[in-house]
């Protein structure tokens, strides 16, 4: 059923070896792609298919269970198709970075700054890369898997104190 997608079809066409897999679950497709081609896909999405609006720049976290530890998810809409789009690029802890979707959408400014702070993904080329929610001396990536459950250098919480 994806494969029958307008906008899968029109990438298969454009960008047939960046192309890694594509899924459709519940009515939601995902298409991941290679990681040095995410830039190229997300600005033809949006200058020739219409997916205007990037409503979510997220990562998760396969620590141990997948070669490529991390994974970049963009949530994409088309206003005038009515259409969603999750687009998904992996990168290695080895080379945590990714080129900055900033040059397609401004709005993932703030979104990548999330990232980067709380998953430690570089942006290539971003306007403004440096922690949005944490101070800036905080140490560690706290979405992190491996990250400690009381932060660095705490004392593991013991409950109330009475």
């Known amino acids: 059923m994806a494969e029958n997608n307008r906008a899968v079809l029109k990438l298969n066409e454009k960008f047939a070896s960046s192309i890694i897999e594509v899924a459709e679950f519940r009515g939601e497709v995902t298409v991941t792609v290679k990681k040095e081609d995410i830039l190229a896909?997300?600005?033809?999405?949006?200058?020739s298919l219409q997916y205007n609006l990037l409503t979510d720049v997220t990562a998760v976290d396969?620590?141990?269970?997948?070669?490529?530890?991390?994974?970049?998810?963009?949530?994409?809409?088309?206003?005038?198709?009515?259409?969603r789009?999750?687009?998904?690029?992996?990168?290695?802890?080895?080379?945590?970075?990714i080129e900055?979707?900033?040059?397609?959408?401004?709005?993932?400014?703030?979104?990548?700054?999330?990232?980067?702070?709380?998953?430690?993904?570089?942006?290539?080329?971003?306007?403004?890369?440096?922690?949005?929610?944490?101070?800036p001396e905080w140490e560690g990536y706290p979405l992190r898997k491996d990250y400690p459950l009381?932060?660095?250098d705490r004392e593991p919480y013991k409950g109330r104190l009475s």
């Open 41 to 47: 896909v997300l600005s033809f999405l949006k200058q």
């Open 62 to 83: 396969y620590l141990g269970k997948k070669a490529e530890r991390f994974m970049m998810v963009y949530q994409l809409y088309s206003i005038p198709n009515k259409d």
């Open 85 to 97: 789009l999750r687009v998904k690029a992996a990168v290695s802890e080895g080379d945590c970075r």
């Open 100 to 135: 900055s979707a900033t040059q397609v959408w401004a709005t993932a400014n703030w979104l990548e700054r999330e990232v980067y702070d709380l998953f430690g993904i570089t942006f290539d080329h971003h306007p403004d890369l440096r922690r949005i929610l944490m101070t």
């Open 150 to 152: 009381q932060g660095p």
